[in-house]
């Protein structure tokens, strides 16, 4: 392919174009809640625009619509993790032996809404004789300024045709205030506004996800939250099972098995890259920190924290001197994983500040200073850069569990996708962060690539 999309699009844009395309693209940020919070009260508060890519990134059709068929298969894969208890407590218990199209369509809002609405419903009614109609509670982190990504989902509810009440709380000590267990485990949410409190049929964890969070009071809130009979979104156990551990012991061969029918287990394996354990007792743990110790084979790989998410990561020849300033038995909390190497296409990014942010900031990741030595209108060679994009895919589930602690699907779907796009010398992808920009695939045959 001579050209990208992209690049074919934006053949000799003058640069007054690129101005007007920018102006336009923060208004639709601005008036589309594309934006990070930022402001200690509620008296002084600002936005800034996330970053994002100017024009769409090529991306192969059949792999995204493969992304999105295993989807319902990793549903089902931590759907039933969540429910073997014995396996995932030995999991995390320490070392072990062993044709060319457009954009598509996404809308994350309409199903992740639909799902906390799906499972508001299976709650049933309201047990508690003062409660008329059972809420949906958000356990949320102080102070987030990623607000735009959580507050449409609340007013989804709340515009929900019947209208579902839903509030929020903050993880800690607001918990413990504001909630409590009735004599017959319902949780029940009181707020200074409310003449009586509302029962919760299902609390949405947007907090406790961080180490940093568990203080006294945010264990005992995360506590009593899981002794309710209020659907939990995730529950510990389903928290617990996005683990960087848990990942390593999913990859290790025949474990998949145990979850999963043979041909789906095989078709969730072809998305593994090779991970190993870093205990000092197991084979495959000594032959993770042999290749993480040595400069000529840890450049392969990135160091992960066994936590949920992303983030904390250490990569390639960084690797090495960061587990010598650690103590040698704090290594087993870390997994190891072969990097993957996505390619490299030319794009060009507008950052939270602009353009040309960065240029005197050495706190920015990159900058985005046009090439004095290009004469050419086209705006990929100017402003452009090499870039690396990353696919992700929203899934939603409810599922029961079995007398034999089997986890039963009773939902499970695709629930959009989140496609992201960073500087390829850039480690991290975090758009929150400032390190990558939302992005969107534009969809192209295989063969096009060729």
């Known amino acids: 392919m001579d050209e990208s999309p992209a690049e074919a699009f934006v053949h000799d844009v003058e640069e007054q174009q690129l101005a007007n395309l920018i102006f336009n693209t923060r208004d639709w940020q601005i008036t589309h809640g594309m934006l990070l919070k930022y402001g200690p009260d509620a008296d002084t508060v600002s936005s800034v625009p996330i970053g994002v890519s100017l024009f769409p990134t090529p991306f192969p059709r059949q792999l995204f619509e493969n992304a999105q068929k295993l989807q319902v298969y990793y549903n089902r894969l931590y759907a039933s993790v969540s429910e073997d208890e014995e396996w995932l407590y030995g999991a995390l218990r320490g070392p072990r032996s062993t044709s060319q199209d457009n954009l598509p369509a996404n809308d994350t809002i309409r199903p992740l809404a639909n799902a906390l609405c799906t499972a508001q419903k299976m709650y049933g009614s309201a047990r508690t004789e003062q409660c008329a109609t059972p809420g949906i509670l958000f356990v949320v982190q102080p102070w987030n300024i990623n607000i735009c990504d959580e507050r449409p989902l609340e007013y989804a509810l709340w515009n929900h045709n019947p209208s579902i009440p839903t509030y929020r709380v903050i993880f800690g000590e607001e918990v413990l205030a504001h909630t409590s267990l009735s004599a017959t485990r319902e949780l029940m949410y009181q707020s200074p506004s409310m003449s009586s409190p509302l029962e919760i049929a299902v609390v949405y964890m947007r907090a406790g996800y961080d180490l940093e969070e568990y203080t006294p009071s945010g264990y005992a809130a995360r506590l009593l939250i899981e002794k309710s009979r209020a659907i939990k979104c995730p529950s510990i156990l389903c928290h617990l099972a996005t683990f960087k551990k848990v990942q390593q012991e999913l990859a290790v061969p025949g474990v998949l098995e145990r979850f999963l029918r043979p041909r789906t287990a095989a078709a969730v394996a072809t998305t593994f890259m090779p991970m190993y ?174």
């Open 277 to 450: 354990p870093m205990d000092d007792s197991s084979s495959a743990g000594k032959d993770g920190r042999r290749l993480a110790c040595d400069a000529t084979t840890a450049a392969k790989y990135v160091l992960k924290p066994s936590l949920e998410g992303g983030g904390h990561n250490i990569y390639g020849l960084d690797i090495p001197s960061y587990l010598n300033s650690i103590p040698e038995t704090q290594w087993q909390n870390f997994i190891l994983m072969e990097r993957i190497n996505s390619p490299s296409q030319k794009s060009v990014l507008l950052p939270p500040r602009g353009m040309n942010s960065g240029a005197n900031d050495t706190s920015m990741p990159y900058t985005f200073q046009p090439d004095p030595t290009s004469t050419t209108k086209n705006l990929i060679d100017r402003f452009g850069q090499p870039t690396v994009s990353e696919l992700g895919i929203f899934g939603t589930c409810i599922w029961t569990r079995s007398g034999n602690r089997e986890a039963i699907m009773l939902e499970n779907s695709v629930a959009g996708w989140s496609f992201k796009t960073k500087p390829a010398n850039v480690n991290e992808m975090s758009v929150v962060k400032g390190y990558g920009c939302f992005d969107s695939p534009y969809l192209i045959d295989m063969d096009t690539l060729e």
